[in-house]
T-cell receptor
Framework: GAVVSQHPSWVICKSGTSVKIECRSL??????MFWYRQFPKQSLMLMAT?????????EQGVEKDKFLINHASLTLSTLTVTSAHPEDSSFYIC?????????FGPGTRLLVL | QQQVKQSPQSLIVQKGGISIINCAYE??????FPWYQQFPGKGPALLIA?????SEKKEGRFTISFNKSAKQFSLHIMDSQPGDSATYFC????????????FGQGTRLTINP
């Protein structure tokens, strides 16, 4: 149980385009999901907290207009990287809250050319 | 006060040995301390977690030791195996589930055969 999926697992896009990443809790409902960003050989950096039916809460320094988060249902949250640039290339990971803890997705590798 | 400090940054252990990773926190409001294992290109997976009302928790070869007065906790991997080679992150939060996790910097563990 407690499986979280992400789609796509990797994406390559041109600079200036937008990319949408989906995070789904497959066998449980999650009122709260988190989005993280991880650079190579670094720890996870929390970008935002996503609550079902309400606006996301962004961490300091994260541009909310660039990283659009939508949490339309108890099993789906999406992160859209708008007008992506090479510096947005990273590993994006979501997590969904269960009863006991956060369960993490497998991550999405984004490469912006 | 929100930081979780993790050491060492990297660790090499011989097969069959004991791997020990340490973490220290400052915020006494933290009351949930999980450890995550991450393989390259994958999302973190929960290994084991502890709450401050116990000093030790063991699950198979993995043990968490918790010292509330010192605000420190550690992960011990007994009989370390090459398959344990991964990056390990400690974390802390104020409550299980829906609260933000504060991650340590990570420890890259290599088990030599």
């Amino acid at each position: 149980g407690a499986v979280v999926s992400q789609h796509p697992s990797w994406v390559i896009c041109k600079s200036g385009t937008s990319v949408k990443i989906e995070c789904r809790s497959l066998d449980f409902q999650a009122t709260t999901m988190f989005w993280y960003r991880q650079f190579p050989k670094q720890s996870l950096m929390l970008m935002a907290t996503s609550n079902e039916g309400s606006k996301a809460t962004y961490e300091q320094g994260v541009e909310k207009d660039k990283f659009l988060i939508n949490h339309a249902s108890l099993t789906l949250s999406t992160l859209t990287v708008t007008s992506a640039h090479p510096e947005d290339s990273s590993f994006y990971i979501c997590s969904a809250t269960g009863v006991e803890t956060q369960y993490f997705g497998p991550g999405t590798r984004l490469l912006v050319l | 006060q929100q930081q979780v400090k993790q050491s060492p940054q990297s660790l090499i252990v011989q097969k069959g040995g004991i791997s020990i990773i340490n973490c220290a926190y400052e915020n006494t409001a933290f009351d949930y301390f999980p450890w995550y294992q991450q393989f390259p290109g994958k999302g973190p997976a929960l290994l084991i977690a502890i709450r401050p009302d116990v000093s030790e928790k063991k699950e198979g070869r993995f043990t968490i030791s918790f010292n509330k007065s010192a605000k420190q906790f550690s992960l011990h991997i007994m009989d370390s195996q090459p398959g344990d080679s991964a990056t390990y992150f400690c974390a802390a939060s104020r409550m299980r589930g829906a609260q933000k996790l504060v991650f340590g910097q990570g420890t890259r563990l290599t088990i030599n055969p």
